[in-house]
């Protein structure tokens, strides 16, 4: 992962785009347990949502696979189909913690 | 036994004395003649060696002499004779130093007479005035020969006289192209100036005719002698700008200025160029370019206008885009990289080069057809060779053309720019001071439709006079507009004069430039707050005016040290003194659209979701240009808190939607909750950008 060249896709220098991926992974790991949660629950609503907050995140900083993978999870939300959800979200779960692992865990 | 005894002829012993006497001397003799012939042998050499320097000494071109510690002659040879118009005997009789031209005697028999006594060689080139009377220029080469008996000096002289005539001439011819070539350049600058000051008439009071309610024909035919006119001034500015370059008395200024304004602004400029052809003008800045650099914003914009223009008229379909990129940096220079794209006819390859030679264009018949000096191009690779860059093409013929230019521009740390309330105008009062009366009626009907109270005088003494007579009471006039060229007493002079008067200081003074002064940092000094160039647009010199009167106090003193304010800087401070308020729920997104922002030059607060807007717009009301809304927030969304808002009565402030995707109809929900303006994220610069100058910079400018 080249932080430099991501981030300078946005205009940005090195370590600012290091402090936002590490908001990143801090902000989103709250909202991926609530994501976990809404899944098993089964609670439509709160997947979309919390899809949705992940995925544009990730979207902004160009992160394009947890972007995508949320977006696809959003949509099954959005027409109410979440079988095979789960495996989606442990799918993500393991993207997001490849890019917190480059930080060192 | 007697014999055997002695006779000399008897003996073996005599006898063999004998011999060996004999054969000692036939080898004696031998020897004897051995050296005879050696003898002869090298006298002959010698007379051979001798008649040969004497030929030599005698035929050669230069002069050759042979002379003693003293400096006085020994030997000469003819050509040395001639040169002085001496015969032999004279020569080394005579001193030759008399023969010296009494201008340079002194310095030669000084530097000579120095020379001898450190044993040094000598050369020199000077004149003597030979025994005919004739001048003659000399090179002298002298130098030291030693042996037992003291020192001797050799050397050369050499007729000159003809290359030093030669290069007298050079010389001579040199300085009348030169100074031939001064007079052109004083006559350029004279005339452009002359021809330009009633151009500015012309234009100015077209604009003026512009706003009396013409016919959809009148106004046509007078905004055709508008275009006609400022074709004309850019016209004469060309040969101006190419004579100067030619005589290398361009100038360049270093001030602040902001690339990203900068480029959409001359954007603006050429769109109106394109007419109704679909051809789509683009403009493009990157992210990472600064929003303030310093260099000369007048020479950067005067190459992209010249790029970007000539674009339209060889394009007939298609886009033309404009950008502007970082190429690289270093500690304390950026270079800036701008690129000007067009879907147009392109050029044939070996036309590429010959382009940007001075009265080229790719095809004989363009200047028929489009106009121009020709001169263009030339004049953009000059400028940008003086800052540091290039300008040079691409083209694929039928495809289109790129044309490139880099500059170097000092860097400038960031810092952030107070907020500027525009001041009232009503009833303010103007002192104008240009001796040109139609200036000066140009500018009186701009500032009375303004309604400022205006006095014009034409010359700087009446201007002190009035000034004088006013008793210095602050506040009498609180704005003086000055013309830098004025014959009696010049802009700078009468500006340094007010300054010095009681209770003039606190006065704001503008400078007005020809615009081909470019005395922004002389203006300065002479005490100027403002430098605007002629011919002096309505909104420029309004929006200066309202700048500089409404500034407080506290800012004139942190305003030490600062540049001028120019028109375009003006603007800058605009842009950079825009706030905004940016409404977001997710941190992240929040941290990038604030750095981004704060990037782009301007000021940022945050909000995390509706009920935060509602309380910051309630608890400051008017401390916001700008509200950036993400419509999907938690506790009260971006829809409904416009809508509060509005209700609220704040009507006038730009709210601008943002969402994460573009839905049909959410443009037109949007608007109908009294949005003004719908963005999809992640907002980009350009698009801010774009946001900013529809809402709040061209709102301002407006008003």
Known sequence: MNFKELGARLGLEEDEFKELVELFVETGAADFDRLQTAAASRDVEQVMKSAHTLSGAAGNLGLMDIHTLAKQIENQARDNKLDGVSEAVQELKVRIDQVAAVFGG | MLQAGGGPESGEPVQMSSNATIIELVKKVKALEQEQENSRKTQAALKESEERFRLISETIHFGVFEMDENGSLLYTNTSFQD????????????????????????????????????????????????????QRWIHLHTSPVFSDTGARYTGTIEDITKRKEFEEDLKKAKEEAEAANRAKSQFLANMSHEIRTPMNGVIGFTDLLLETGLDELQRDYTETIKRSGEALLSLINDILDFSKI?????????????????????????RPRIGDKPVELLCHVGDDVPTVVKGDPLRFRQVITNLLGNAPKFTEAGEIELALEVEEEDETRIMLHATVRDTGAGIPSDKLESIFEPFQQAD?????????????LSICRQLAKMMGGYAWAESTVGKGSVFHFTAWLEKVPDRPHRRFVPAELTGRRVLVVDDNRTSGRIIEHMLKNARLEVTVLDSGQKALETLGKAGGRDGVYDLCLIDLGMPDLDGFTLARRIRAMDGMKGAVLIALAASMQRDARKSKEAGFDGFLSKPVRRNKLLQMIKRLLGRSVE?????????????????????????????EDNPVNQKLAKIMLTKAGYQVELANNGVEVLEMMRRRPGDFDLIFMDVQMPEMDGMEATGKLRSEGFTEIPIVAMTAHAMKGDREKCLEVGMNDYVTKPIKREVVFEMVNNYVLSKEERS
């Not at chain 2, 004989?364 to 001169?375: A, E, F, N, P, V």
């Not at chain 2, 004139?556 to 950079?576: A, C």
């Open chain 2, 246 to 270: 030619e005589s290398g008395e361009l100038e360049f200024e270093s001030i602040e200025f902001d690339p990203e304004l900068l480029v959409y602004d001359v954007c603006e400029l050429i």
């Open chain 2, 83 to 134: 040169i002085f118009g001496l015969t032999l005997v004279e020569s080394l009789v005579v001193d030759w130093r008399d023969y010296l031209h009494p201008d340079d005697r002194q310095l030669v028999v000084g530097q000579l007479e120095q020379a001898l006594k450190e044993l040094e060689s000598y050369s020199t080139e000077c004149r003597i005035v030979a025994a005919d009377k004739k």
């Open chain 2, 555 to 583: 800012e004139d003193r942190s305003d030490n040290g600062r540049s001028i304010h120019t028109e375009y800087s003006v603007r800058e401070q605009l842009k950079r003194s825009v706030r905004i308020l940016l409404a």
């Open chain 2, 364 to 376: 004989g018949s363009t200047t028929r057809k489009y106009g121009g000096t020709g001169l263009g």
